[in-house]
């Protein structure tokens, strides 16, 4: 079993920024990927950032782009999300997660419980 624990939501005022950090427990393994998805109240959980095990390879959603940004520490078994210039649109619960991330939430093995994030206007 693994568990994932998020911190660092909060909020913020449309482009502020907030650092959101995923700290890893229990048989965490290696050779995986690590991200985050974030669901907004009535919409899908969806993958905003992933990143492979070695840190090599990243994914982000277009929305997302040019203003977040994901790494890792494996040293740490910890994954962090910047989050800059930060809009309305961008407030949701943000879960980190571990798996198959490309084939979305199905593909997911472990879930954090997840971190809110406001964006005020």
């Known amino acids: 079993q693994v568990q994932l624990v998020e911190s660092g939501g909060g909020l913020v005022q449309t482009g502020g920024s907030l650092r959101l950090s995923c700290a890893a427990s229990g048989r965490t393994g290696s050779n995986y990927a690590r991200g985050w998805f974030r669901q907004a109240p009535g919409k899908e959980r969806d993958l905003v950032a992933a990143i492979s095990w070695s840190g090599v390879s990243t994914w982000y959603a277009d929305s997302v782009k040019g203003r977040f940004t994901i790494s890792r520490d494996n040293a740490k078994n910890t994954v962090y999300l910047e989050m800059n210039s930060l809009k309305p649109e961008d407030t949701a619960v943000y879960y980190c997660?571990?798996?198959?991330?490309?084939?979305?939430?199905?593909?997911?093995?472990?879930w954090g419980k997840g971190t809110l994030v406001t964006v005020s206007s």
């Open positions: 997660a571990q798996g198959a991330l490309s084939r979305g939430p199905v593909g997911v093995d472990y």
